[in-house]
């Protein structure tokens, strides 16, 4: 600590700036490649997303016609690409009649995302979590959820109704990846 | 023989060092209030010891997460038990560490000059909490899958930065593959590190200062500050006299160990009585799946619950801020006294505080059990 005579001050300081660069410069050097290893994800830019289900087979139509309008639930089995893995999984979804037309939307709760359930004896849609409750076409009734149920896209080809994009599961804050990619 | 082995550690370790940190004395009395940061010592080195057990056999991949888990619960000798023990000491260990807070809380332990313990200690506790969440994850059933679900989707509810820090923590914008690997990462090693080092620093400081109480080292200090004219009141200090202390060693170290002892039996018990199994309770069909948090998370969900629609922002940031604010705690009580009756505001609210946390806890374990 003791300032010798053949220690001048400027020699010190110079020291002490640079023990700061030379910290700072590691620190600049190793935190640029860390942030972006472990955010890669989030920005997906390399990804091969052609390996997710862009349409996936729902029911075919001869079964959607027999949909009315109380909402029945299907199994939507799919493949999304996570990282380097291309995942087998599958979703719920409900279908119902609305106004003559087929309606498909998501099983999801708007509220954190538990999956709800349709209630054929109190005749609502119920979320386990927090108690959210949606009617027959997905609109809330009562509950913390701040949205209706998502509407989902779907398309009919040779007798079959497909639903698009299943893997875009939480319709909150979705972007569709192939559009990086 | 004995003295020259001593000495000849003495000489390359410097075990004087050791020695002196046994002699510190300690106020005699609440000496068993003191117990309880060794009793949450213990549980987390209980915690290190276990998941280190459970590291040999559990996979961190979502097809073979679940079969090595139920493999060690069913097949590997004792596996049930580290299992079990992992689990019933990470649920004692929030109880352990509530009380913990408390007492330190109730006796103005935080205040001058230990509020770098107190914040080292608050941040414990976030990184704590951190490791639950995180944990929750790891059996890789369909209820994990939900709590990491309601978790990153409640993060997106933060203004601005709420979808990228969803993104950011699940490894993409749902539930998936890359999630898993992310929370074991920082259940079994970052967050445990840093728990590791905030320990160290908490446990330096606890020697440095001595207990609260013990703080005779200080009284020169004080009256040099009273020939300054600085008044007696806004000097924080106790009245000990060394009659009134004791050194750590034998008596506080007896006092831990029994604590340890009882604890570790406890959560023996506990773990050979109601061994976790791979399922909790039946397995649901697919649409009856119930997604249940962890109860140490009950009146975080509880909280959330009552800001419906437009207000759930609302709601998230007032916890958050509720959390953030901990460490400003010795900042914003600066009552002179310490003594939780000549304190009255500070201790009825903070009693007002755990009573809530508590009720919200239990309102939310109705509401889940009843569903
Ligand atoms: C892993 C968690 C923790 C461990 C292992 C731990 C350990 C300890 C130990 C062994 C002591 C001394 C004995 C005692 O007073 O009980 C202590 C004291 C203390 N702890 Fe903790 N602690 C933890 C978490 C916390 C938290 C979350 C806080 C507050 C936010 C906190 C604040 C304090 C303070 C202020 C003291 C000093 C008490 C005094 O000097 O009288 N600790 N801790
Ligand atoms: S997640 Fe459905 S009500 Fe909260």
Redesign the pocket.
């Known amino acids: 600590m003791n300032q010798t005579a053949e220690e001048p001050i400027g020699r010190r300081h110079f020291m002490e700036r640079a023990i700061l660069s030379i910290f700072g410069a590691i620190g600049v050097m190793l935190t640029p490649p860390i942030l972006g290893y472990i955010l890669s994800p989030v920005f997906r830019i390399r990804e091969d997303l052609s390996q997710s289900t862009r349409w996936a087979p729902v029911a075919p139509v001869s079964e959607m016609e027999t949909v009315g309008d109380l909402p029945r639930t299907f199994d939507v089995p799919y493949r999304v690409k996570e990282g380097w893995r291309v995942r087998e999984t599958s979703r719920q979804v409900y279908a119902v009649r609305k106004g003559g037309e087929l309606a498909l939307f998501s099983t999801f709760c708007t509220h954190l995302g538990c999956p709800t359930a349709w209630d054929d004896a109190k005749r609502m849609v119920i979320c386990p979590c927090h108690g959210g409750l949606y009617n027959n076409f997905g609109e809330v009734i009562g509950g913390p959820p701040p949205r209706n149920l998502a509407s989902l896209e779907y398309k009919v080809e040779n007798g079959v109704v497909y639903l698009k994009d299943p893997a875009n599961v939480y319709e909150v804050g979705w972007k569709d990846p192939r559009k990086r990619a | 023989m004995r003295q020259s082995i001593r000495d000849w550690f003495d000489e390359r370790v410097g075990l004087d060092i050791f020695e002196r940190m046994l002699q510190k004395p300690l106020p005699k009395r609440g000496a068993w209030f003191?117990?309880?940061?060794?009793a949450?010592?213990t549980l987390?080195t209980l915690q290190f010891i276990t998941g280190a057990f459970l590291m040999f056999y559990y996979v961190p991949d979502g097809e073979f997460a679940e079969s090595s888990i139920r493999y060690i619960t069913e097949q590997v000798r004792y596996g049930w038990y580290l299992r079990s023990m992992h689990r019933w000491s990470a649920n004692l260990l929030f109880i352990v560490?509530g009380l913990?807070?408390f007492?330190?809380f109730v006796?103005g332990?935080?205040k001058r000059p230990?509020e770098m313990?107190?914040i080292i200690?608050?941040f414990?506790?976030w990184t704590?909490i951190g490791i639950g969440l995180t944990g929750g994850l790891l059996p890789w059933d369909s209820n994990a899958h939900w709590i990491g679900t309601v978790f990153g989707n409640t993060l997106s509810y933060f203004p601005l930065v709420g979808r990228f820090l969803r993104s950011a923590l699940l490894g993409g914008e749902h539930v998936g593959t890359l999630t898993l690997t992310r929370f074991y990462a920082l259940h079994v090693w970052v967050l445990p590190l840093v728990?590791g080092i905030l320990?160290t620093l908490?446990?330096y400081l606890?020697r440095k200062?001595g207990?609260?109480g013990s703080v005779i080292e200080y009284r020169d200090q004080i009256r040099a500050l009273e020939a300054q004219g600085v008044r007696r009141e806004s000097i924080i200090v106790t009245k000990m006299t060394p009659d009134e202390t004791e050194p750590f060693y034998p008596a506080q170290v007896f006092r831990d160990s029994i604590i340890a002892f009882s604890l570790i039996t406890l959560v023996s018990l506990f773990s050979t009585l109601f061994p976790f199994s791979p399922y909790r309770g039946e397995e649901p069909p697919p649409t009856r799946i119930i997604p249940r948090p962890e109860w140490f998370f009950w009146s975080v969900d509880e909280w959330l619950m009552y800001f419906p629609g437009k207000l759930i922002p609302i709601g998230l940031v007032l916890i958050t801020l509720f959390f953030l604010f901990?460490p400003f705690i010795p900042f914003v009580e600066r009552h002179p006294e310490v003594s939780p009756i000549r304190r009255p505001v500070s201790t009825i609210i903070g009693a007002w505080v755990y009573l809530f946390i508590i009720i919200l806890a239990m309102m939310a374990g109705a509401r889940i059990f009843n569903y």
């Not at chain 2, 003191?34 to 060794?38: A, N, P």
Request: charged share 5%; aromatic share 16%; no cysteine.
């Open positions: 003191y117990t309880l940061g060794s949450t010592l987390i560490i913990h807070i007492r330190v006796s332990s935080f230990r313990t107190w200690g608050a414990i506790f704590v728990l320990i908490h446990l606890i200062h207990l609260f901990l």
